[in-house]
């Protein structure tokens, strides 16, 4: 089994620029589609951004799409969202997720990957 874990969370400024990173160990995520999601307090874990296991592909929630890019550095076996242009309702638990080639994006996209990291708090102050 693949074993994710996150980092680079913080507390940052409205505006501000934070990367996170998931590190996997185990199996390669050379064959595996990654993403990741969010959830603040009272609300539904949301999806953020998805890459495919050969990096063609990528896919964003709504509410992310501009500020945050994801991808991922299979040499370093890790995946990376950057996120830009903070904004305090981006405060949330940040958790990366993987799952072998093979199962349809519109699953995964809510919440169908089979392997999770703990997460990592982002923390955006206005």
Partial sequence: QV???????GLVQAGDSLRLACAAS????SSYNTG???QAPGKER???AG??????????????????????????????LQMNSLKPEDTAV???????RGSPWMDL????????G??????VSS
Avoid at 3 to 9: A, D, K, R, Y
Avoid at 60 to 80: E, H, L
């Fill in 3 to 9: 074993q994710l874990v996150e980092s680079g969370g």
């Fill in 26 to 29: 185990g199996r390669t995520f």
């Fill in 36 to 38: 990741w999601f969010r």
């Fill in 46 to 48: 949301e999806f953020v």
């Fill in 51 to 80: 890459i495919s296991w050969s990096g063609g592909m990528t896919y964003y929630g709504d509410s992310v799409k501009g500020r945050f890019t994801i991808s991922r550095d299979d040499a370093k076996n890790t995946v990376y």
């Fill in 94 to 100: 940040y958790y990366c997720a993987a799952d072998i």
């Fill in 109 to 116: 996209r809510q919440g169908g990957f089979r392997s999770w």
């Fill in 118 to 123: 703990q997460g990592t708090q982002v923390t």
